[in-house]
């Protein structure tokens, strides 16, 4: 047996004889006391044999000690292939359309957006497509994208329901997620994210209103922030689901990402929405690289973010690689 090189370490700060086991590998999280982490550590450091059988055990089943033959790196890859090309999960992400009603200073698409929606003849070859997979697959799951997709919901109820019939033909599960800038999310359209059985919805706000406003206009570029709060607060009780506050952060904003918090407890969405961070790109050269963190500025800033504003109410538990 050898050590995972996927394992951290940290104390546990309610009792400093104990220590927290985290393998990003496996995602195992593992409390271990005085006794046994001396055993470990002889083990890592000596080849010293561990005594305690379950611990033992515990520690292979956590995938934090592992056989010597084994290739760590080669269970990431064949991890990454099984998902890439299983075929019992088929993933769609959609965008009906093209259009988008904003006009985001760092948006990645700004040079391809059109006034255009998805055709029937292409509508109808996606749902072609889902019924020839469907004797080989388990379940679907839909991202609902654009452009801004609330701008084609009519496209959106009808391949929905296509592509749920199929699912229950075949016995197969369906879940669904749209990404929306959250300015046309009136009750109306809430009540339909349940008919439309989403179940993760994604809204982006940029910090407070002002420097929002500045970096998510309006196509005429007219605010957008407080049409936005407004509108979560009078369709939260409509909601079928917990919605997500992406935050995109670069130089500009950073400092103000707290606000964002303060703002939701403010107009009574806490209970309803949660942020977190989505680090800004000079993708496809639409932004400028100056404004951008680096990944390693990002992560720093993204982890502070989260011990301050979520690790306080809840437990932050990070996914495991790749």
């Given amino acids: 047996m050898k050590k995972s090189l996927y394992n951290f370490e940290f104390p546990f700060q309610e009792d400093s004889s104990q220590t927290i086991f985290y393998n990003s590998r496996t995602n195992a999280l593992a409390l271990v006391d005085a006794e046994n982490y001396t055993q470990y550590k002889a083990f890592c450091e000596d080849g010293a044999a561990i005594t305690d059988e379950k611990f033992l055990k515990d520690l292979s089943f956590g995938g934090f000690l592992v056989d010597d033959e084994i290739d760590e790196l080669d269970l990431i890859r064949l991890s990454l292939l099984q998902s890439r090309f299983g ?35 292409v509508q109808d070859g996606l749902i ?37 019939a199929i699912c229950e033909e075949n016995k197969i599960g369906y879940s669904a997620a749209i990404v929306t800038n959250g300015y046309l999310l009136t009750p109306k359209v809430a009540q339909k994210f349940g008919e439309l059985h989403i179940s993760s919805i994604q809204i ?29 607060k009078e369709a939260k009780d409509f909601l079928p689901c917990h919605v997500s506050i992406r935050v995109n952060v670069d130089k500009q904003n950073i400092s103000q990402v707290d606000a964002i918090i303060k703002i939701l407890e403010e107009n009574g969405l806490n ?43 809840v437990n932050y538990y990070p996914p495991a690689c790749p």
Wanted: charged letters at 25%; one cysteine or more.
């Fill in 87 to 121: 075929n019992h999960h088929l993933g769609l992400t959609i965008a009906p359309t093209s259009d988008c009603n904003f006009r985001c200073i760092y948006c990645y698409e700004k040079d391809s957006l059109r006034k255009s929606t998805m055709t029937e003849e």
């Fill in 128 to 164: 072609n497509y889902v019924k020839r997979v469907a004797p080989i697959i388990s379940n679907v799951s839909v991202s609902w994208y654009g452009g801004e997709p609330l701008l084609a919901l009519d496209i959106i109820e009808r391949l929905t329901g296509e592509i749920r």
């Fill in 204 to 232: 982006t706000l940029d910090g407070l209103p002002e420097l929002h406003d500045k970096r998510r206009p309006l196509k005429d570029g007219q605010p957008t922030f407080s049409k936005i709060i407004s509108n979560l």
């Fill in 271 to 313: 209970d309803v929405a949660s942020a977190y961070l989505g680090m800004v790109e000079n993708s496809n050269g639409t932004y400028q690289d100056s404004e951008c963190f680096h990944i390693q500025e990002f992560s720093e800033y993204d982890y502070e973010f989260k011990v301050r504003n979520s690790m306080s109410r």
